[in-house]
């Protein structure tokens, strides 16, 4: 027996265009939080960061390749850590789809993440990815953009991500629907994916930051984490239109080329 509800094409239309109705104000609500966001003062940054990236040594300055405005999505890859973290890559998939035009229209766009050049480079021919992406090393970008944690903030409870402060155990990862193969069962899959424990999982964090450059100095515009980043992950768009939407139990995505692996 068939599971949902059906009805006639009549039914079907009438329904639509009651929805149409919520999803037109939702793009017009959309509009003014962007508007809303383009609205925040911005924060000069005075502090030296430099990374790592192919053409050498670079500042944030330097990041922005002649653009006046910079992104930077803030990818979960720790030094120790034998992979990138997996949800991070999915949303990666995307990137060089989009930087390119990005480029074209006065915003630069890196990823960042703490592991070495080197491993981020091996990372990349890996998943065929072209994306500029850039190692902070052992400075203070991670930590000062609230994406990395040390050991004693995590056991501490001082761990602040996503403009709150968390309990000294928290669950990232547990599905809104509460259903089974979330929380710490999720958490540790996902750690295993990258090569580590959870705990060592949980103190890199996800995020996008933005920056302009205007009259030769950087400020800080905005940034974004957890949920936050839903706008990124291209695949949650695309489920949230398919008949079953999300339909997800547990961690059901892989790296684009462990698919079909065991």
């Not at 009438?14 to 003014?32: F, Q, W």
């Not at 300055?61 to 890559?89: E, N, T």
């Not at 302009?212 to 515009?221: C, D, I, N, R, W």
Request: charged letters at 30%; proline letters at 3%.
């Amino acid at each position: 027996m068939i599971s949902h509800k059906t009805g006639t094409r009549e039914e079907w239309l009438k329904a639509r265009i009651e929805l149409l109705k919520e999803e037109k104000e939702l793009t017009r609500r959309g509009d003014e939080v962007a508007r809303k966001r383009r609205e925040l003062p911005w924060v000069r940054i005075d502090k030296e960061y430099r990374f790592e990236a192919d053409e050498g040594s670079v500042s944030l300055k330097d990041l922005f390749l002649g653009r006046s405005q910079l992104i930077v999505y803030h990818f979960m890859f720790a030094p120790d850590w034998q992979a990138g973290c997996a949800s991070c890559s999915m949303i990666a998939d995307a990137f060089d789809g989009s930087y390119i035009h990005l480029a074209n229209h006065d915003v630069m766009f890196w990823a960042v993440s703490r592991a070495p050049l080197a491993k981020l480079q091996a990372y990349k021919r890996r998943l065929g990815w072209t994306f500029p992406w850039a190692s902070s090393g052992g400075g203070d970008f991670n930590a000062d953009f609230n994406v990395w944690f040390t050991e004693s903030q995590q056991r501490d409870g001082e761990i602040e991500y996503n403009y709150q402060r968390e309990p000294p155990s928290s669950d990232l990862f547990r599905w809104r629907n509460g259903q089974e193969g979330g929380g710490d069962s999720a958490e540790a899959r996902l750690a295993a994916m990258s090569g580590t424990d959870v705990a060592s999982y949980h103190r890199d964090r996800p995020g996008m930051s933005a920056f302009v450059l205007e009259e030769g100095a950087v400020y800080h515009t905005y940034s974004s984490y957890a949920r936050g980043l839903d706008p990124l992950f291209g695949v949650y768009h695309w489920l949230d239109r398919a008949p079953k939407g999300r339909n997800e139990t547990g961690v059901w995505w892989r790296r684009h080329d462990e698919y079909g692996q065991r």
